[in-house]
């Protein structure tokens, strides 16, 4: 055996050793690199198809194009190239001269008889089927040899069964990449589970729902992650899904999460297979809380409605009915009752609005960007409040500082806010007692807060007294009606504004309030 028969044979080795190579690209590249090698190719290109025979796969070219370039190249060759004729033909080509062979394509004349002159060009079959075209190319005229065509097709058929794997593993791949994409994009929190209900398979969404990462989860059976995790929801998670798996005509539950104080839609999906371990459960999770909140709220306001509305309503008819017959008998009315159906329709009128801003905060008005002077709108928020003052015989304390520059945000939702905070203080401090309000700018902030020598707010409800619908409970404060909507609303006024509220209270000697926004130029 002379060297040269030795190099073929060390080629079609290293050909045959590709079956353990599984990277697609790796596979085209070297087996270019080796047939170029052993024929003494300059260079050389490989047009891959897919599976079926029909698209384009892969384009390993020889030049280095742009994607746009690459796109056109490739088209005009298969179309009317010697890779397009090797395709239709289904056969290998040998081309001893470019410039007298019609099937070659000339894309830069000039550069192009000085880049190549001989061409090898053969096709891949992988069982039976098309799948590639790999070209050779060399700058001399009648380099190649029906000798070197003949080894070239042995690389070729050597390499089918390296190809074939390599397109598969690819294809694997592909689908896992999509998956991998389908599962980052669904909102919905999903879950694979085995036979066992161990979990397999968790996306994004899901871990953000229950705040955990992949290795918190994964391969643990849900019965097990509720004590891991400490969270029963595991547990209820793994009872709903055996029961939906037992009864597929029932396969969705409704399951709330008392720590995260999510509630969930859970849809449960058997996956069957020939193979048990090729088997499991698919839960997707979708996150109603938003929902739950609603039908909570409409039945709050319900309760709400029917019980501080029936109240108000009653002592107005019942006032009413006592004037109507004094009129007939012509007395005329007490003025204690008129200024009592006063204040009946004041705290109608004062549920109502407390209605309106439920609704306007759930609705997300966008915020007006305007500037304005904070001393007006203190002054228009003590418009509105003073009378509450006087008629508790309150005393009213200003702390305004002086030269305040001018804010920028919605004056209406800030007046608002002012407005509950003072609202607050003059209805939690008994008769007599005091409210002082002082406003400032320090380090590009301007801060108003409200003081008052009122009930105060028990230690152990504090943390809770900005969350929706949440009134502080004592015995002081038994009688003051309220939806506990008020500082809600003032928190999400404030942090819309890019600002913090913050609050002071100490239970019998009263509570401060305030905020800070940014001051805006």
Same mark, same amino acid.
């Given at each position: ?116 002159? =001989? ?28 000798? *070197? ?12 069964? /390296? ?8 294809? %694997? ?18 879950? %694979? ?106 039945? *709050? ?27 007939? /008998? ?19 009128? /004062? ?43 309150? /005393? ?39 409210? =002082? ?85």
């Amino acid at each position: 055996m002379n060297v040269s028969d030795k190099s073929h044979v060390e080629m079609l080795v290293q050909i045959a050793r590709l079956l353990a190579t599984l990277d697609l690209d790796d596979v085209l590249w070297q087996t270019i690199s080796l047939t170029t090698q052993t024929v003494g190719a300059a260079r050389g290109t490989f047009f891959l198809l897919d599976e079926h025979g029909e698209t384009l796969q892969r384009f390993i070219a020889a030049q280095n194009y742009d994607p746009e370039t690459r796109q056109i190249v490739s088209r005009r060759i298969l179309e009317q190239g010697l890779a397009g004729w090797v395709m239709a033909h289904q056969q290998s080509a040998l081309i001893d001269d470019t410039a007298t062979d019609p099937r070659w394509v000339v894309l830069d004349a000039e550069k192009e008889l000085l880049r190549v002159r =001989s061409v090898l060009c053969v096709p891949f079959f992988v069982e039976g089927e098309l799948r590639g075209v790999m070209t050779l190319e060399h700058p001399q005229p009648r380099h190649f040899t029906p000798e *070197h065509l003949r080894l070239v097709e042995a690389a070729a058929h050597q390499a089918a069964a /390296s190809l074939r794997n390599a397109q598969l593993f690819d294809r %694997v791949q592909a689908q896992q990449r999509q998956l991998q994409a389908v599962l980052d994009g669904i909102s919905e929190g999903l879950l %694979v589970l085995d036979t066992e209900l161990c979990v397999r398979l968790v996306n994004p969404a899901a871990l953000t729902l229950f705040g955990v990462t992949e290795a918190d989860v994964l391969g643990f059976n849900l019965e097990v992650l509720a004590e891991q995790l400490a969270n029963p929801f595991y547990a209820r998670l793994a009872e709903g899904v055996k029961a939906a798996v037992q009864d597929t005509a029932n396969n969705r539950f409704e399951l709330r999460d008392d720590l995260t104080k999510r509630d969930f839609v859970v849809n449960v999906a058997n996956v069957s297979a020939k193979r048990t371990a090729e088997s499991g459960i698919v839960i997707a999770l979708n996150d109603v809380s938003s929902l739950k909140d609603l039908t909570r709220l409409k039945t *709050h306001m319900i309760q709400m409605a029917s019980h501080d509305l029936k109240n108000p309503i009653g002592v107005l008819r019942n006032y009413l009915d006592v004037i109507r017959a004094e009129v007939k /008998s012509g007395v005329l009315p007490d003025p204690m009752f008129l200024e009592n159906m006063y204040k009946s329709l004041a705290r109608m009128e /004062s549920l109502v609005v407390n209605l309106l801003d439920i609704q306007r905060a759930e609705d997300a008005e966008p915020l007006k960007r305007e500037p304005f002077d904070p001393y007006d709108l203190i002054n228009a928020s003590l418009e509105d409040m003073t009378p509450s003052v006087r008629m508790r015989q309150q /005393s009213l304390v200003q702390n305004i500082q002086p030269n305040l520059r001018p804010l920028k945000g919605d004056f209406d939702r800030l007046r608002e806010v002012i407005n509950n905070l003072i609202d607050n203080a003059v209805k939690y401090t008994p008769d007599g007692g005091t409210i =002082s309000i002082s406003a400032y700018a320090e380090d590009e902030r301007f801060t108003f807060s409200v003081k008052d020598t009122g009930y105060g707010i028990p230690a152990d409800q504090q943390a809770s007294i900005f969350q929706p619908y949440f009134r502080a409970t004592q015995a002081s404060t038994a009688h003051i009606s309220g939806t506990g909507v008020g500082l809600s609303l003032v928190k999400e006024v404030i942090e819309r504004h890019g600002g913090q509220v913050w609050f002071i209270s100490k239970e019998g000697q009263g509570s401060t309030f305030g905020f800070w926004l940014p001051i805006l130029t």
